[in-house]
């Protein structure tokens, strides 16, 4: 069973930095392309970035492009959101998603882990 | 980036009506590459539908995709108590993603 496990989230000061994992299980980790996609309260979703398999190609939305960084460890079957100058804006739960083999939607996703930016 | 317009944003229905979802792209989706996904309250998205109209596995066959170019259905023939939902539709022909904004189906 495909398993994507987010942590990392919590309350963060205006500019300040806070680094999200989110741990794989069930499938062959490094054969995927994975996405973070991003819920701010009572709103809809928002693609946020995305990495290769091999963590050679990454891409990112405008606004976060230069403040947040995709990663991933395929040793230890974990992706990465390390995020900086944070924004009352970014305020949201962070979900990471699997980006399907076949096509490029989103096949599987986590429970999310919620980041809230605010003073 | 093509910005996905869905509506109505609220679907009032009773139990065993028929649903129907409509999602505008601003520009043609090339491929058909559109998803459609259900999030039920404090849960993660669900995968429905994908190139617009293969069901995922394990979605009931009352859930079905069509449409081309600029314009996508998502029907739910006769909606069942756990339907009821919020649904989005999203595309993946190109960077950027994008989401359209959501149709809540609610019980009338």
């Known amino acids: 069973e495909v398993q994507l496990v987010e942590s990392g989230g919590g309350l963060v000061q205006p500019g300040g930095s806070l680094r999200l994992s989110c741990a794989a299980s069930?499938?062959?980790?490094?054969?995927?392309?994975m996405h973070w996609v991003r819920q701010a309260p009572g709103k809809g979703l928002f693609w946020v970035s995305r990495?290769?398999?091999?963590?050679?190609?990454?891409l990112y939305a405008d606004s976060v492009k230069g403040r947040f960084t995709i990663s991933r460890d395929n040793a230890k079957n974990t992706l990465y959101l390390q995020m900086n100058s944070l924004r009352a804006e970014d305020t949201a739960l962070y979900y990471c998603?699997?980006?399907?083999?076949?096509?490029?939607?989103?096949?599987?996703w986590g429970q999310g882990t919620l980041v809230t930016v605010s003073s | 980036e093509i910005v996905l317009t869905q509506s109505p944003g609220t679907l009032s229905l009773s139990p065993g009506e028929r649903a129907t979802l409509s999602c505008r792209a601003s520009?043609?989706?090339?491929?058909?590459?559109l998803a459609w996904y259900q999030q039920k309250p404090g849960q993660a998205p669900r995968l429905l539908i994908y190139?617009?109209?293969s069901r995922a596995t394990g979605i009931p066959d009352r859930f079905s995709g069509s449409g081309s170019g600029t314009d996508f259905t998502l029907t739910i023939s006769r909606l069942e108590p756990e339907d009821f939902a919020v649904y989005y539709c999203?595309?993946?022909?190109?960077?950027?993603?994008?989401f359209g904004q959501g149709t809540k189906v609610e019980i009338k």
């Open positions: 998603a699997r980006r399907s083999d076949s096509g490029g939607y989103f096949d599987n």
């Open positions: 069930g499938f062959t980790f490094s054969n995927y392309w």
């Open positions: 990495i290769s398999g091999d963590g050679g190609t990454t």
């Open positions: 520009q043609s989706v090339s491929g058909r590459y």
């Open positions: 190139d617009a109209s």
């Open positions: 999203q595309h993946y022909t190109n960077t950027p993603w994008t």
